[in-house]
């Protein structure tokens, strides 16, 4: 399991490790977590995610609640997360 100060190498490919500490500064999985798309911050606005609608960009704050995982029937390659998160606001 990664850890927040494991360097990105052990999670990404080269190349977009590359490119994320070149444009971005960002080096470990703690700064990519961290990091905040200029084009989704709204300055602070957080939006409940009982609000949220199906495609919908939104900026919101979160605790995981639960994860897991699987890897795929047809493809034993690819891994799929499930995250389950809250906002401290919906049950």
């Known amino acids: ?4 100060d494991d360097s990105l190498r052990s999670a990404l490919d080269p190349r977009t490790v590359k490119v994320l500490a070149d444009r971005l500064d960002l080096h470990t999985v703690g700064d990519l977590l961290g990091h905040l798309p200029r084009r989704y911050d709204k300055g602070g606005e957080l939006t409940e995610i009982r609000s949220l609608e199906e495609g919908e960009h939104a900026f919101l704050q979160a605790t995981v609640d639960k994860v897991s995982g699987r890897y795929a029937r047809n493809n034993k390659k690819l891994f799929m997360s499930e995250f389950t998160v809250s906002d401290g606001r919906t049950p």
């Open 1 to 4: 399991m990664l850890q927040l």
